[in-house]
């Protein structure tokens, strides 16, 4: 284990590394969660009165369901690999599932798919939004929140400067994703990218939020001590922190094929 809790286990492939860091940090999750919470609220707010068709619901990879809690919809499966968060998850039923495998078959012809912070943690996350549209019913809705490409520039530009790998998991670009679900039959009614900033936001205090979080897995080996001394010192303390999430509520069109 590094000094920052990263796994050292880089085998093992990333399903098994985020299992574990959010495993062991559930306790904690919702307390560190707050821009999580904020989207979940902004995403009840857009999916209110929605004319859901008949089939099943599920939040994919709903953790401790703060998303699921926040919306107009009851019934709701909570699907999540981490069986940590989902026994903190006061909601049923519930299911353990990578979502790597795609969707479990009793979501065919789902009439709500909804899903907050855990796209960006699957092998491919376009391929698997896709997946999820294909699955809706006619008429079924789809509500996402996800991080995408532009956050954390910051980081990025300190881990060059500072000549270091940089461990921020790499996120989906937003127009790829729209364009995925686009693709798939989703007719979007709401499609935006939120851009977020905190003020003197270090790198130590960024690095050690993401790993209360839980999410402080990466594809890339964990830095060693020196470079992370090298990281800290390149970090631009002065400048905002920058993250961007995509919002997406739409509909599978009648006229999509299947
Ligand atoms: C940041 S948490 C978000 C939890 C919840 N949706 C929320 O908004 O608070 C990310 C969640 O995605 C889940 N997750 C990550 N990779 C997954 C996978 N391959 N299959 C299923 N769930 C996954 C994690 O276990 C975790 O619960």
Redesign the pocket.
């Known amino acids: 284990m590094s000094r920052l809790g990263f796994a050292t286990d880089t085998r093992a492939g990333?399903?098994d590394r985020?299992?574990q860091h959010?495993g062991r940090r559930a306790a904690g999750?919702?307390a560190q969660?707050l821009l999580?919470?904020a989207?979940?609220c902004r995403l009840g707010h857009l999916c209110r009165d929605l004319p859901l068709p008949t089939g099943p619901r599920a939040?994919?990879?709903?953790?401790?369901?703060?998303?699921s809690r926040a919306l107009p919809v009851q019934g709701l499966l909570q699907?999540?690999?981490?069986p940590e968060?989902l026994e903190r998850n006061p909601l049923q039923p519930r299911l353990v599932?990578?979502?790597?495998d795609g969707l479990p078959p009793a979501l065919r012809g789902a009439a709500m798919l909804v899903?907050?912070?855990?796209l960006q943690?699957?092998d491919d996350p376009s391929g698997q939004l896709a997946h999820w549209c294909r699955a809706l019913a006619t008429g079924g809705w789809l509500a996402l929140?996800v991080p995408t490409a532009g956050s954390f520039p910051q980081w990025h530009r300190a881990a060059a400067a500072a000549g270091v790998p940089c461990t921020a998991l790499e996120l989906p670009q937003a127009d790829r994703l729209i364009h995925a679900a686009a693709g798939a039959g989703l007719r979007l009614h709401h499609s935006r990218v939120l851009r977020f900033s905190r003020p003197r936001q270090g790198g130590l205090p960024t690095l050690r939020h993401l790993r209360r979080?839980?999410?402080g897995a990466s594809r890339r080996p964990p830095l060693s001590a020196g470079e992370l001394r090298r990281l800290l010192a390149q970090w631009p303390v002065e400048e905002p922190l920058t993250c961007e999430v995509l919002l997406l509520v739409g509909h599978r069109d009648p006229t999509a094929r299947p």
Not at 59 to 67: M, P, V
Not at 79 to 82: N, P, S, V
Not at 97 to 100: F, G, I, P, R
Not at 115 to 118: E, N, P, R, T
């Open positions: 990333l399903s985020v299992r959010f999750y919702e969660a999580q919470q989207m979940a939040d994919l990879g709903a953790g401790s369901g703060l998303l699907l999540d690999l981490c968060l599932w990578d979502l790597n899903s907050g912070f855990a943690w699957l929140a979080l839980g999410a």
